[in-house]
């Protein structure tokens, strides 16, 4: 079981919009502003694609965006392209934990 | 352009110590922490633990009474050892450089070796 919760699977079709939610605590995610998110395609290494809740290192697209409200980080991809088909995690500061990450997201492109 | 290679056994026995390095190389070992996170196969991400360079260590609370991490900067390297392995243990193992600056704390992974997979078997 994962600390942070998210949905096991999204999907949508090229040029689309797609919504990833990571949901945890006020121990986690609710208390501080320190989410990042994490693309990993499958037999590779995770990518940084999000941190600090909704920032984006260099050379990651703006189509990839990051919030929260609450309990709940975001992360949003628009203009969806067959790249983009991945596993998405997110993972947070949580205090004497430390890091915890969630279960991660299968993105599919249709 | 910084690049982290991990190394070690790829075939460890049940009860004895999973030792891994971590190379840094194309950069600086210094003023980062480096983490190490694993991967079960099909499975999600596990943070284990971080040090930085000048020694200070944060561990996974429920790894914490079998890990060990430690640093050479001369060499360039990050090493975890992990004792009494059982099946459980068997992933790949990443590290992963974080950011540091005395101005504020960083929690995120910028840039990520390949891993390497080990297992734990007789």
């Known amino acids: 079981q994962s600390a942070l919760t998210q949905p096991p699977s999204a999907s949508g079709s090229p040029g689309q919009s797609v919504t990833i939610s990571c949901t945890g605590t006020?121990?986690?995610?609710?208390?501080?502003?320190?989410v990042s998110w994490y693309q990993q395609h499958p037999g590779r290494a995770p990518k940084l694609m999000i941190y600090d809740v909704s920032k984006r290192p260099s050379g990651v697209p703006d189509r990839f965006s990051g919030s929260k409200s609450g309990n709940t980080a975001s992360l949003t991809v628009s203009g969806l392209q067959a790249d983009d088909e991945a596993n998405y995690y997110c993972?947070?500061?949580?205090?004497?934990?430390?890091?915890?990450f969630g279960g991660g997201t299968k993105l599919t492109v249709l | 352009q910084v690049q982290l290679q991990e190394s070690g056994p790829g075939l460890v026995k049940p009860s004895e110590t999973l030792s891994l390095t971590c190379t840094v190389s194309?950069?600086?070992?210094?003023?980062?922490?480096w983490s190490w996170i694993r991967q079960p196969a099909g499975k999600g991400l596990e943070w284990i633990g971080r040090?930085?360079?000048?020694?200070?260590?944060h561990y996974n609370p429920s790894l914490k009474s079998r890990v060990t991490m430690s640093v050479d900067t001369s060499n360039k390297q990050a090493s975890l050892k992990l004792t009494s392995v059982t099946a459980a243990d068997t992933a790949v193992y990443y590290c992963?450089?974080?950011?540091?600056?005395?101005?504020?704390?960083?929690?995120?992974?910028?840039?990520w070796g390949k891993g390497t997979t080990v297992t734990v078997s007789s």
């Open positions: 194309g950069g600086s070992i210094s003023s980062f922490y």
């Open positions: 992963a450089r974080v950011p540091a600056d005395p101005a504020r704390y960083f929690y995120y992974m910028d840039v």
């Open positions: 006020n121990s986690d995610v609710g208390g501080y502003n320190y």
């Open positions: 993972a947070s500061y949580a205090g004497v934990t430390f890091v915890v």
């Open positions: 040090i930085y360079t000048s020694g200070t260590i």
